[in-house]
């Protein structure tokens, strides 16, 4: 590695050259750059070109156009879109609520058992996609009769049915699942934040009467605000660059009927083909494009107006 | 008195829920463990009890253990998760050192380039890293999953690890550059030894994703060979859908080392989270 290989550290250093610095840094700066920041540019520029008589040539932006107004492809992406909206949405509404909740529960004061609540909670999420998918596959599964039976005991036998295989429920069953799975990292974030809140703060509420029920909503709340922004845009990121779960428990075509199809899962069938469908490289890099544009848009979002209006308090 | 009351009261609802909630939390994970351990009948017919010595059966396993390559695949897992883990410490460690204690430019500019992975997941470059790949001769090896943990790792690693290096004293520093020490000393004989808990919670941090991940194996290592413990599970269990005693056992075998892990491994998480790590 020479100084002209890293165009950070070729610029004139005043006293004599700082090899170290370069030592230290080329390492993570070569693996970082060669597998994560090359193959997503050379993906970016993938989605340009295409295959015409076995040649890759440049065709701008019609694998765009073709995405767009091919009416089987258009379909399934304006599909996998707007299921992944929901995905996301429900997500928003019961993973980060509930998880607030938990947090504030496990933060009062003297707490009894508050550590193995916390553990336990946070168990779903340390788990792989293929156990969580399989185990609520089995669970829900009408063969086996635990979800039919437990709603028995409390008298639901009749709302009972096999809503993964069912199109109009399967996309929020799973995604209830990936809540279930996932409400460990609100959870802890929350709760980092709120330990973080100091004693003062709190105490200067109490004396002047604000307690339980109205101190957390008019204190806490607004101290926690940055940390719920956070976990809203890793929130955004991590539904709309999932696949894994959908996969294991509805399989590579999303099924049934591809209403639980994601954007994850139609890259997969785009880039690899499945079934009597073929690969298409650079249809899956099209896809991956859009997504990319997708994920930059909410983070910029996130980064250049929510964090930028939000207040945060120093103490 | 009243207040007290109500004190008792509003505990006891905490308590309730946050019970019912572990419940919910931990009900699959037993359901699947107890039942891993029965004869098919009393799967079915008893799902929710506790084996008994008339129900007790390894059958599920002895299956396993036969049909599938598991020590193969956890072997694959394990080597794979080491070395990635490895590699992200010392590379994110070396990395976060350079941006955290020396003043050059291009500083900031190189602390937001490697900060970009935190928030661009690495699977959007899948069609162009299997490209490489299939380039550099690696596909179904386990080389090719440790360099995309690698860099997949990076970003948070020296996030956070350059957060707590600023924390070292600069005195400490000088005093043994004063001492004769070389940069490099100074790093592997200072300050390393003073970062070893945030150097803790970036490896459980980062093992979890690569331990569970199932979309980088399927792509790039779908060998038999090179299969890893969540690929061979979903290849297993694809096969073996009718036999629930050997599903549930390879489903807790799985499960197995991450909860012991998790149990040895738990509180240096949480105070790794806590402690404002990755705030």
Known sequence: MTEADNPFEAAPIKRPARWHILVFLAPAFLVYTAIMILPLIETLRLSLYNLADGQTVFVGLANFITLFSDPRLSASFWNALSNNLIFFVIHMLVQNPVGIALAAMLSVSKLRFATFYRTAIFVPTLLSFVIVGFIWKLILSPIWGIAPGMMDWVGLKWAFAPWLGRADSALITVSLISVWQYVGIPMMLIYAALLNIPDEVLEAAECDGITGWSQFWKIKLPLILPSIGIISILTFVGNFNAFDLIYTVQGALAGPDGSTDILGTLLYRTFFGFQNQMGDRSMGATIATVMFLIILAGVSLYLFVIQRRMRRYQF | ?279
Request: charge should be positive; charged fraction near 10%.
């Open chain 2, 1 to 279: 008195m009243a207040t007290a009351r109500t004190s008792y009261l509003r505990t006891g609802l905490i308590h309730l829920a946050l019970i019912s909630y572990t419940l919910i939390a931990l009900f699959p994970v037993f359901l699947t463990l107890v039942n891993s351990f029965k004869t098919r009948n009393a799967i079915f017919r008893e799902p929710m009890a506790i084996p008994t010595p008339s129900t007790f059966s390894l059958v599920g396993y002895e299956t396993v253990l036969k049909q599938g390559d598991f020590i193969g695949y956890f072997q694959n897992s394990l080597i794979v998760t080491v070395v990635s883990i490895a590699l992200v410490l010392l590379f994110g460690a070396m990395a976060a050192f350079a941006l955290s204690e020396y003043r050059f430019r291009g500083n900031l500019l190189m602390g937001l380039y490697l900060a970009l992975g935190i928030m661009i997941p690495i699977r959007l470059g899948t069609v162009a890293i299997l490209q490489g790949m299939v380039a550099a001769g690696l596909v179904n090896t386990l080389t090719a999953l440790v360099l995309v943990y690698t860099a997949q790792g990076l970003p948070l690693a020296i996030f956070i690890l350059s957060e707590f290096m600023r924390t070292v004293s600069d005195d400490l520093k000088n005093a043994g550059r004063i001492d004769g020490l070389s940069e490099y000393a100074i790093f592997f004989r200072l300050v390393l030894p003073l970062v070893r808990p945030a150097m803790a919670t970036v490896a459980v941090f980062t093992m979890i994703p690569i331990w569970n991940d199932l979309w980088f194996p399927l792509i790039l290592v779908p060998g038999e060979a090179t299969k890893t413990v969540t690929l061979g599970a979903q290849m297993f269990i694809g096969q073996f859908v009718t036999n629930w005693n050997a599903v549930l056992s390879a489903l807790s075998l799985a499960i197995l080392p991450v909860l012991v892990l998790y149990v040895i491994f738990s509180r240096q998480l949480i105070r790794g989270i806590t402690s404002g790590a990755v705030k």
